[in-house]
T-cell receptor, first 112, second 117 residues
Framework: DGGITQSPKYLFRKEGQNVTLSCEQN?????MYWYRQDPGQGLRLIYY???????QKGDIAEGYSVSREKKESFPLTVTSAQKNPTAFYLC???????????FGPGTRLTVT | AQTVTQSQPEMSVQEAETVTLSCTYD???????LFWYKQPPSRQMILVIR??????QNATENRFSVNFQKAAKSFSLKISDSQLGDTAMYFC??????????????FGKGTRLSVIA
């Protein structure tokens, strides 16, 4: 089955530690995206990538980093510089000029 | 920058009734795309419906339809014959087309819809 997978579903970390969230897609989509969702805030864009080895900052990129070494994978690292990392993180992908973005199931990150 | 506003944080509707969720947006673009996404308690985002701004005809998907008013920059979602499974957060989203590649979505803050038996 084609789709987007995010792992793990729940992630717990101590403050000051970097943590990497996984996002993999087998839809052969060119573009991938990371969003953060907080209660009452909707979804906010962190980073996106249109092609391999290229990515752009979104609205709230500070404290986050990404890589796009393979078409299928777009991992997100939440660094210790992110002041309020506890949130629900959603990964999405889309094909070329097609418009629909398909979303993964999300990862709930809790930092204490 | 584009903005999307959903003025109704929460709504409820009786099962089998009709409900309309509001969305307004601000843009200087003439060509663009609008979407409604649904996020049920599982938190999986699901595309409900999309509308191209150059199309005058309102999009329809089964029980879901939109009222697209381009001049007013309004894009409301109507759910007919509401079902318990329609209970979810609903997000309105805007996308400006960039023909050389993809562009991200700009989301509203969402409307929480509860369908009551």
């Amino acid at each position: 089955d084609g789709g987007i997978t995010q792992s793990p579903k729940y992630l717990f970390r101590k403050e000051g530690q970097n943590v990497t969230l996984s996002c993999e897609q087998n839809l052969n989509h060119d573009a991938m995206y990371w969003y953060r969702q907080d209660p009452g805030q909707g979804l906010r864009l962190i980073y996106y990538s249109q092609i391999v080895n290229d990515f752009q900052k979104g609205d709230i990129a500070e404290g986050y980093s990404v890589s796009r070494e393979k078409k299928e994978s777009f991992p997100l690292t939440v660094t210790s510089a992110q002041k309020n990392p506890t949130a629900f993180y959603l990964c999405a992908s889309s094909m070329g000029l097609a418009l629909e973005q398909y979303f993964g199931p999300g990862t709930r990150l809790t930092v204490t | 920058a584009q903005t999307v506003t959903q003025s109704q944080p929460e709504m409820s509707v009786q099962e089998a009734e009709t409900v309309t969720l509001s969305c307004t947006y601000d843009t200087s673009e003439n060509n663009y795309y609008l979407f409604w996404y649904k996020q049920p308690p599982s938190r999986q985002m699901i595309l409900v419906i999309r509308q191209e701004a150059y199309k005058q005809q309102n999009a329809t998907e089964n029980r879901f339809s939109v009222n697209f008013q381009k001049a007013a920059k309004s894009f409301s979602l109507k759910i007919s014959d509401s079902q318990l499974g329609d209970t979810a957060m609903y997000f309105c989203a805007f996308m400006k087309p960039r023909y050389s590649g993809n562009t991200p979505l700009v989301f509203g803050k969402g409307t929480r819809l509860s369908v009551i038996a």
